[in-house]
């Protein structure tokens, strides 16, 4: 049954002021006048994961702004991406019932932590977040940053990473409105080692790099794919780390890494359908992404986890049928696809 409130509209009218977060893809806003539509079935959500929307909903308090309620959510999708209307219903008539039992819209935050659609984000998305939500609330970055910020300029050795928390880099990469994080970062990433590299790039990914930035990785990128010892897993972190570059960029960092015989491990291929899935809107990138994904070397599992996902992309969607069924695709590709439809 329908309540005809949205989950938005219930909780702006306790006084709170929201922001919306998707947690699933990326750490990024979603404007309240998409998500409001989405939450009205007029929209399907912009960065659908695993059939689910995945997002964080930060209540900001007028009596106390500087400390935000932060829930997160995941809130079951159909075949197009739109809100099952169900699990919204749910949660409203929970706040229905908790608010007929408590004085205080703040207790909200307590119960909701134990109902069937929270759920707890992996501690790297979490401090993404929490990065975010203080820029974004003109609050200070943690007590982390400043060790981060001195890591990033070189001065205790690039090798002395280990001291650094993943929570000062989640802080830098926040920043990058600031034209000295840009520049800290330029100068740092010919010399970052692997373990903090990806682990930078991890933040990364959450932010448009710029021209600037976007060089930087592409050359360290470039760098990695002329290394046969490089492991996937760092060529995969810098291509996430350019995952919202300008498309021409994107596309050609997502190419220039399928040409690559690492491109068939599951960590690259997760990077593109994951994080770097507007690469696949252009008709050439898909070809090769999925070609590659149907190869002998990888797994058929890796390829209906792949597909099944980018299918779920409303954006993505005709553009991924186009080619899975393009007379011109191999005969690979057509089993491969025709397998997953009939598992």
């Not at 075949?79 to 008539?93: F, P």
């Not at 929570?167 to 903090?196: F, K, M, N, W, Y």
């Not at 553009?319 to 393009?326: M, N």
Request: charged share 20%.
């Amino acid at each position: 049954m329908s309540t005809g409130t949205t989950l938005t509209e219930f909780l702006e009218g306790t006084g709170a002021r929201l922001r919306f977060y998707d947690m699933g893809r990326r750490v990024t806003p979603i404007p309240r006048a998409e998500f409001l539509a989405f939450e009205r079935n007029e929209a399907p959500y912009p960065y659908p994961l695993q059939q689910k929307a995945w997002f964080a909903i930060v209540q900001q308090h007028p009596e106390n702004p500087e400390e935000p309620v932060i829930w997160f959510l995941r809130f079951d999708l159909d075949e197009q991406a739109k809100l099952v209307l169900a699990t919204r219903d749910y949660l409203i008539h929970r706040f229905v019932e908790i608010a007929s039992d408590t004085a205080g819209a703040r207790e909200y935050g307590e119960a909701m932590r134990d109902n069937p659609y929270a759920f707890a984000p992996r501690d790297d998305k979490m401090a993404n977040l929490h990065a975010r939500v203080h820029r974004d609330l003109g609050l200070g970055p943690s007590q982390y940053f400043a060790h981060a910020r001195d890591y990033l300029s070189g001065k205790p050795g690039w090798e002395q990473w280990s001291f650094v928390a993943y929570q000062g880099l989640a802080d830098i990469a926040a920043r990058l409105e600031e034209p000295e994080t840009i520049g800290l970062l330029v100068s740092a990433l010919p010399h970052l080692p692997q373990e903090p590299l990806v682990a930078l790039c991890q933040c990364l990914e959450n932010y448009p790099p710029g021209p600037e930035l976007g060089a930087a990785l592409r050359q360290r990128l470039e760098r990695a794919l002329g290394d046969q010892g490089a492991p996937a897993t760092l060529m995969a972190g810098l291509l996430r780390a350019q995952s919202q570059a300008e498309p021409v960029q994107l596309a050609d960092a997502v190419m220039s890494l399928l040409r690559d015989p690492r491109a068939t491990d599951p960590e690259v291929l997760a990077a593109v359908a994951g994080r770097a899935w507007e690469a696949l809107l252009q008709p050439e990138v898909a070809k090769a992404y999925l070609e590659i994904l149907a190869s002998a070397p990888v797994a058929p599992n890796v390829f209906d986890q792949c597909v099944a996902d980018l299918l779920h992309l409303p954006t993505l969607q005709p553009h991924i049928l186009s080619v899975l069924r393009a007379p011109d695709r191999s005969d690979r590709l057509a089993n491969a696809f025709q397998s997953m439809l009939q598992r």
